[in-house]
């Protein structure tokens, strides 16, 4: 069995995914990539979360879309996963869910705005969403081409994925990423609250500005920008 | 005591019903049928899950609703229950519950449209909702009427019941059943958490279309399809 | 130590309402009375809920307000129980909690309408709500006229309080009833999930129309009524 | 290592708020302090709390702001701690947290009527909300400043930090003190589900009135007063 570490990491990652609540009946699968190998590894298909054992997870090649190891059929969704390693060259974990206020606002095809600090300590500006699939589209490659409309709301410096690690798929449900598969479930939850944050805020006060960018920037750079404060020194 | 073994996956689906908050204080009940032999297993009125067993189970004819085999008086609903298996012939397990999204849309007398894939996963098209009885049917035959007006949503091909599992009868609560008593008691969970996506999603934007329908189509087809590809192989 | 029967009732139950969410913050108090006695039975002032033991129970006269057992003072809702065995000679058990969602009609000054059966299999008819006191009415004895805007909510054949066992105290919280002091606690939570069941079908639907009386008066008769035929016989 | 009681009683009041849900991914902090030798003790930066311990709590001068004992560094919110140990001298515990409709009336900029008892019993007023900082005070030292507008909310006798024990920071989160540690965190607890019920009657009834105050300084009174008679004497 090759890359042990990477299958146990995405075993328990994908194991978390459900134990905080962020994956109802199965409705969610992680990934975590090795960059040198040129591969990622990912959940089976369809298999519950209770008997998820690191044999069971399939490593999958980047560039080919092979699977290069593993038993069972990689997630339905691994595409997806696929098209974000190669759009996105520094993410190194991906999270799909269906997280309860998260795929709600994915439902309302609207993009989450900057209604406070807890979203600025995470997410560098409005978790974006993106644009439905046509008809041709959906025939040609569903998962394929739906890493596609998420990689378009990152292009032409519309956003650096590394610094707005989300994204909400119109009608569908949210992606999140990172550095690894660990922090790609912590966005994955972090996103979940901001939604669910941000649909009280605007149910309460319709008409709420986003939050000043002299906040917004502040709470980003304290804990992510060159002279970050936040944490234990090298922690 | 006669079918043991579908007297203990009813008597545990009760159970499921209750662990997983779909049916609060006792406000719930699953059966499932033995078609070969004509009858349906049920639980018994007013005992409480937690001191619920296999012995406690009613077992009852489809046909006449004479209780073949059991101690104690079958749920109340149990005519309901009788008429969905008369209705519909490949239905082999129902689940009622009062949970608390699905009984909000019976109450505002709504269908719950489909407005996402999560909800397209599970049911091709919107989840139906009955009309009220009137003052004539409740007298004659309450429980067994509701069964009526609820195989009314599926007739003359309004809907399939193996692709739209599950239905809101006006002003009470969901119904949803399945292949057998645990996919009853599957998709009256995934009924709730449709219902309360759907729910928030309408409280941020009240007028918000429906999911398109090559996308809402592709998810159920990917699914339950002929060329279905989640899960595993033969799984 | 007197009663220790009742003690031990009062004192279960007062756990209960906070084993199941409806008393946080030691918000809420249970009682449980002995009518051959005239004597009830209540939850100690300000005493949390985990280190709560029969004998910390305190017994007072319906008549004369005296404790006569117990070396703790009784709850400050004292009175208010009180002045509800005086007016409803029928009942044995009350709790007063704070529970969300019946707190939040409180706090809206308004009744709780009959929107579904769930509402209807335990209450005949909307959950009442007070008027506020007055100025005079708080200097006098603030938790003696609590009960006496209660009891006149059913006054004058307003509503009968075995059949309609709640009620919502004007901006402050619910008070509940029943034949004794687990019935009230039981009743205490059928009225926070009725009260959240409605919330919610407001706010899906502010114009939504009370359940048809012939389907309400169904409900509530094949539960309570003189040929009910819920549960088992003798159960 | 100095403060060994201190210490103890800081750390558990920082485990507490993330057992109660107040403080999801380390989002918050608590602090109590030691009056009489000038200093306040508050939860190291970053640190998960399921690791957190006695040891790694650090020391801070009130008056200097030094670090005078401890071996990690502490909260990126100290200044803002100790700012309100500056201006609030009967304060002995602070508690900052982002507890969801705490936080969520923070991001809509408006202050919490009191609505209800619940609210009456604990805060003698409305719960302020700041205003922002202005880009130069986010410049000078946003966490002092953070303090400063909090500090504002109470002056020139707007309320009695004592009896009003919370405030929200417009676009931020919710800060709760008390004469404790302790009191802190109950405060921080109280100050949610407070907000979180008046966020719901407001969606009830958007143009609701004020508690009446006849009832309001009663119920405050009855618990905090002079003549308080809730709770056990001495207790």
């Given at each position: 069995m090759e890359l042990p570490e990477l299958r146990e990491e995405v075993c328990a990652a994908n194991i978390?995914?459900?134990?905080q609540g962020?994956?109802?009946?199965?409705?969610?699968?992680?990934?975590?990539?090795?960059?040198?190998?040129g591969v990622f590894a990912i959940k089976p298909s369809g298999v519950p979360y209770e008997v998820l054992r690191p044999k069971d997870i399939v490593v999958v090649d980047i560039e080919t879309g092979a699977v290069v190891d593993g038993a069972q059929r990689p997630s339905s969704d691994t595409p997806t996963h696929r098209r974000l390693y190669?759009?996105?060259?520094?993410?190194?974990?991906?999270?799909?869910t269906h997280s309860h206020y998260a795929t709600v606002w994915a439902q309302t095809c609207r993009s989450i705005p900057c209604l406070g600090t807890t979203h600025a300590d995470a997410f560098a500006g409005p978790v974006p969403v993106t644009r439905f699939l046509d008809a041709a589209e959906v025939a040609r490659n569903y998962e394929d081409e739906t890493g596609g409309i998420i990689a378009e709301c990152f292009g032409a410096g519309a956003a650096d994925p590394m610094e707005v690690p989300g994204v909400l798929v119109a009608g569908h449900a949210p992606f999140a990423w990172g550095a690894n598969v660990q922090k790609a479930v912590e966005h994955a939850g972090i996103l979940e609250e901001t939604a669910r944050m941000a649909f009280h805020t605007l149910l309460l006060n319709p008409t709420v500005a986003p939050?000043?960018?002299?906040?917004?920037?502040?709470?980003?750079?304290?804990?992510?920008?060159?002279d970050a404060y936040y944490g234990q020194p090298g922690g």
């Open positions: 978390a995914l459900a134990a962020l994956a109802p009946f199965t409705w969610g699968n992680a990934s975590g990539a090795d960059r040198e190998r190669q759009a996105f060259p520094d993410v190194g974990g991906v999270a799909h939050l000043p960018e002299h906040i917004s920037g502040k709470h980003f750079a304290r804990k992510h920008g060159p």
